[in-house]
DNA sequence: GCCTAGATCATCT
DNA sequence: GATGATCTAGGCG
């Protein structure tokens, strides 16, 4: 059931952002498993993508971890406070990643309500990246970790969506990308109350 | 219910 | 030394 590096590795990072939805992002810490299931996802298409850390080939200690072969965790914090998710996909050398904006709580309920400070029932528990990847516990450390390990993974439970119950629209976030930030690259659950913002069309 | 402002720090210039 | 792939509380209607 879990998914093997080899779907990681698929170098159409639009397809694989769509292809995630649905998909359960599992976490164990100290022997406490939380999973959810994802509702929501932006791509981030490698060295083209003004949005993206590693566009123009920018290449830093932090952006290190993108250029690493499909099936790596990359988490970075943003605005000092938030931790966010993303999955490296495609090849060595080609920086593309899929944002984790969004996941419906599934697994460790009580554990993400105490993390979290509020029930899973208050859709805010985790909705937006920041707050799905602190239900999840996940923080630095789970930086560069094997999606096929035993901290971090994701399986596949046999759960999709109808075409028409997913829904594309812009990034969020990414105004500053200008020409790149009108691209429709983020992908939600239609009317899934657990999804960000805007979470119709 | 909607909108505005403030928090807070690793990373890059 | 500036800045951002954000969240939340609190004020107003």
Wanted: glycine letters at 8%; aromatic letters at 10%.
């Amino acid at each position: 059931m879990k998914l093997p590096l080899s779907y990681y590795t698929n170098q159409d990072v639009i397809f694989l952002a769509q292809n995630l939805l649905g998909k359960v992002l599992f976490t164990e810490i100290n022997g406490e498993i939380t999973a959810g299931i994802i509702v929501e996802t932006e791509a981030y298409s490698g060295i083209q993508d003004k949005a993206s850390h590693a566009y123009g080939g920018r290449r830093t200690d932090r952006t290190e971890t993108l250029y690493s072969p499909g099936g790596v965790s990359y988490v970075y914090l943003c605005y000092g406070i938030h931790h966010l998710f993303n999955v490296v996909t495609s090849v060595e050398n080609d920086p593309h990643a899929v944002l984790i904006r969004a996941v419906e709580p599934l697994i460790g309920k009580e554990i993400m309500e105490s993390r979290r400070k509020m029930p899973t029932t208050k859709a805010a528990i985790s909705s937006g990246p920041g707050s799905a990847a602190k239900a999840l516990g996940i923080d630095k450390s789970f930086n560069k970790k094997d999606l096929d390990g035993n901290e971090i993974w994701i399986e596949d439970q046999g759960i999709t969506y109808n075409p028409d119950e997913i829904a594309t629209g812009l990034r969020i976030g990414v105004a500053y990308a200008q020409e790149d930030a009108l691209l429709p690259w983020r992908f939600f659950v239609k009317n899934n109350k657990y999804v960000s913002k805007p979470n119709k069309v």
